[in-house]
Nanobody, 116 residues
Framework: QVQLVESGGGLVQPGGSLRLSCAAS????????MGWYRQAPGKERELVAT?????????ADSVKGRFTISRDNAKNTAYLRMQMNSLKPENTAVYFC????????WGKGTLVTVSS
């Protein structure tokens, strides 16, 4: 079992920055990959960025050059972070942390609103 706690969402003006964090605890040794997905109102959930156990990353074309993903481990917790710069109104969505072991785990989501 893996427990996920997301943080860092909020309201930001266009052009601003936010940093999302996801703390994964429990059976973290079985983690194969971690990532962020988002779902905007009326749209399907889509991949934003992922990072594998060995550090390989995949970034959606729509955010490439503006968003970066990273992970690090503490004692019994794996931390997934995403730095989001130059935010645009179309980046408004609920952002979900995803962890893949032999099971696919999802966080509850954190709302990011980009608006003036």
């Amino acid at each position: 079992q893996v427990q996920l706690v997301e943080s860092g969402g909020g309201l930001v003006q266009p052009g601003g920055s936010l940093r999302l964090s996801c703390a994964a605890s429990g059976s973290i040794f079985g983690i194969k990959a971690m990532g962020w997905y988002r779902q905007a109102p009326g749209k399907e959930r889509e991949l934003v960025a992922t990072i594998t156990r060995v550090g390989s990353t995949k970034i959606a074309d729509s955010v490439k050059g503006r968003f970066t993903i990273s992970r690090d481990n503490a004692k019994n917790t794996a931390y997934l972070r995403m730095q989001m710069n130059s935010l645009k109104p179309e980046n408004t969505a609920v952002y979900f942390c995803n962890v893949i072991t032999v099971i696919n785990y999802w966080g509850k989501g954190t709302l990011v609103t980009v608006s003036s």
